[in-house]
């Protein structure tokens, strides 16, 4: 089982940047797959990016490629998202989730298909 627990949001104007950290407990989080979804209030909670379980690979949705960057560090059971050039629309709650499916099965885009989520942290964006 693991245990994730997200830390880093807060209140940012348009333009700046945020780092957004996950902390994960248990022996076996080197071989889960990890990403991050948000949730909008009113809204469904999405996709953001995700890393497979060595860091060697990653996938971002429309949205955010080019402005954000998903990375892990498994010596510290850690997984962080580099949020830059933010927008108001960044506005939500973001999750950090773990995926225990082989990353060839295809990147797990779907809430469904991850197996531990954190408790969330509000990132809020200013115009």
């Known amino acids: 089982q693991v245990q994730l627990v997200e830390s880093g949001g807060g209140l940012v104007q348009a333009g700046g940047s945020l780092r957004l950290s996950c902390a994960a407990s248990?022996?076996?989080?080197?071989?889960?797959?990890m990403g991050w979804f948000r949730q909008a209030p009113g809204k469904e909670r999405e996709f953001v990016a995700a890393?497979?379980?060595?860091?060697?690979?990653?996938h971002y949705a429309d949205s955010v490629k080019g402005r954000f960057t998903i990375s892990r560090d498994n010596a510290k059971n850690m997984v962080y998202l580099q949020m830059n050039s933010l927008k108001p629309e960044d506005t939500a709650v973001y999750y950090c989730?773990?995926?225990?499916?082989?990353?060839?099965?295809?990147?797990?885009?779907?809430?469904?298909?991850?197996?531990?989520w954190g408790q969330g942290t509000q990132v809020t964006v200013s115009s």
């Open positions: 890393i497979s379980w060595s860091g060697s690979s990653t």
């Open positions: 989730a773990a995926d225990r499916r082989s990353w060839a099965a295809g990147v797990a885009l779907k809430r469904s298909e991850y197996d531990y």
């Open positions: 248990g022996r076996t989080f080197s071989s889960y797959n």
